[in-house]
């Protein structure tokens, strides 16, 4: 007879959701890549905690976005 010992640990880690800030976030499966996707209650929008491509990240898009609205480079924000 053998006895297996299982040692099981759980890291709590605080997820906001990166759109709207709020804090009742949810997983939500995983991504083909083996990520954890979450899913905001709030606004109902997914995203996950750390992106692979930086372009994915909604604060680089915003970033983006504000560049282009003023019509300004990269050159502008170095």
């Given amino acids: 007879m053998r006895i297996y010992f299982y040692v099981v640990s759980e ?31 709030s606004c109902g929008k997914q995203f996950q905690s750390h992106y692979k491509y930086a372009r994915a990240n909604p604060t680089i898009k915003n970033m983006i976005i504000r560049m282009l609205s003023r ?8």
């Fill in 11 to 41: 890291i709590m880690i605080k997820v906001n959701c990166p759109h709207c800030l709020g804090t009742k976030v949810v997983k939500n499966g995983r991504k083909k890549d083996g990520t954890q996707n979450f899913l905001c209650k």
């Fill in 71 to 78: 019509n300004s480079g990269v050159q502008d924000y170095r």
